[in-house]
């Protein structure tokens, strides 16, 4: 049975009228329009997710209250019908420049895993079930956020990389080599891909497969960042093809959901699409 997770934060939020364009991005509402993130959350919730997550994947990790609030407002919108997953976006994310697409940082392990434990120290005080460490670019990275997470009492968690093709994460790692390093993880949730093209997610699956490692796929629409436009360019995909689907589940896929540009209507259709396989 496969787990629907939800879809892109900020295309539900943009559809309900929040603005996004800060450096905070989603977590922006955390501080300006709390009231419209919880309806986001929750339209995810009544469109078939049952895990969502957290609005902390670009908030500042020294936004402790933020940080905080990210947990509540989810817990509130989930309520009984979904889990809680604390978004750990890469330390690009934080940047707002778009470099978790390529991981090159001009800053020292040292500061990275210095932001990361204090983002990881807030979230797992708070009433979250599990990490989504997401959208990472490094397998460097990915490894120092586990040993974070190792100290923290190891919670479950899924850890998820972008990728440029089938083989290559944003920052240029194999992907293989990249999950090795994490595999070994206490309580790892799944591993896979996610805000790449569902083309490019179904190149990584059937990539990562072998691994025999339960999987996430969570594909955006198709479209591809241009950083310096801040928008998305090209046409989509539909991600709710049940031929698609069905490969990723017999690949090893337990949870599917979207990414940016899947709205909860987009999310409606795959979560029908993977109540059909079963």
Same mark, same amino acid.
């Given at each position: 049975?496969?787990?629907?997770?939800?879809?892109?934060?900020?295309?539900?939020?943009?559809?309900?009228?929040?603005?996004?364009?800060?450096?905070?991005?989603?977590?922006? =509402? &955390? $501080?300006? *329009?709390?009231?419209?993130?919880?309806? #986001?959350?929750?339209?995810?919730?009544?469109?078939? +997710?049952? %895990?969502?997550?957290?609005?902390?994947?670009?908030?500042?990790?020294?936004?402790?209250? =933020? &940080? $905080?609030? *990210?947990?509540?407002?989810?817990?509130? #919108?989930?309520?009984?019908?979904?889990?809680?997953? +604390?978004? %750990?976006?890469?330390?690009?994310?934080?940047?707002?420049?778009?470099?978790?697409?390529?991981?090159?940082?001009?800053?020292?392990?040292?500061?990275?895993?210095?932001?990361?434990?204090?983002?990881?120290?807030?979230?797992?005080?708070?009433?979250?079930?599990?990490?989504?460490?997401?959208?990472?670019?490094?397998?460097?990275?990915?490894?120092?956020?586990?040993?974070?997470?190792?100290?923290?009492?190891?919670?479950?968690?899924?850890?998820?990389?972008?990728?440029?093709?089938?083989?290559?994460?944003?920052?240029?790692?194999?992907?293989?080599?990249?999950?090795?390093?994490?595999?070994?993880?206490?309580?790892?949730?799944?591993?896979?891909?996610?805000?790449?093209?569902?083309?490019?997610?179904?190149?990584?699956?059937?990539?990562?497969?072998?691994?025999?490692?339960?999987?996430?796929?969570?594909?955006?629409?198709?479209?591809?960042?241009?950083?310096?436009?801040?928008?998305?360019?090209?046409?989509?995909?539909?991600?709710?093809?049940?031929?698609?689907?069905?490969?990723?589940?017999?690949?090893?896929?337990?949870?599917?959901?979207?990414?940016?540009?899947?709205?909860?209507?987009?999310?409606?259709?795959?979560?029908?699409?993977?109540?059909?396989?079963?």
């Amino acid at each position: 049975m496969i787990t629907v997770i939800d879809g892109g934060l900020s295309t539900a939020l943009a559809e309900l009228g929040a603005d996004t364009s800060s450096s905070w991005w989603t977590a922006d =509402a &955390l $501080r300006t *329009s709390p009231s419209l993130l919880e309806a #986001a959350h929750r339209a995810f919730v009544v469109a078939g +997710a049952r %895990i969502v997550t957290t609005a902390s994947y670009q908030c500042p990790s020294h936004e402790h209250e =933020a &940080l $905080r609030a *990210s947990t509540a407002i989810a817990r509130r #919108a989930a309520g009984d019908d979904a889990r809680v997953a +604390a978004s %750990i976006g890469p330390f690009g994310a934080w940047l707002a420049d778009g470099s978790e697409y390529h991981g090159e940082y001009d800053a020292p392990l040292d500061v990275m895993r210095s932001r990361h434990t204090e983002r990881i120290r807030v979230l797992a005080d708070t009433d979250v079930d599990l990490f989504a460490v997401e959208t990472q670019p490094r397998a460097d990275e990915a490894e120092m956020i586990a040993e974070i997470l190792v100290d923290h009492g190891a919670p479950p968690a899924w850890f998820s990389f972008g990728c440029r093709d089938g083989s290559t994460t944003y920052g240029g790692d194999d992907v293989v080599s990249a999950v090795r390093r994490i595999a070994e993880y206490p309580q790892l949730v799944a591993v896979g891909v996610n805000c790449a093209s569902p083309d490019v997610v179904d190149s990584v699956v059937a990539t990562l497969a072998p691994l025999g490692l339960p999987m996430i796929a969570y594909p955006n629409h198709g479209r591809v960042w241009d950083a310096s436009l801040r928008s998305w360019t090209g046409e989509a995909s539909d991600l709710a093809d049940e031929s698609r689907l069905r490969r990723w589940q017999q690949a090893g896929v337990t949870m599917v959901g979207g990414c940016c540009g899947v709205g909860p209507t987009e999310l409606a259709h795959l979560a029908r699409s993977c109540a059909a396989l079963d």
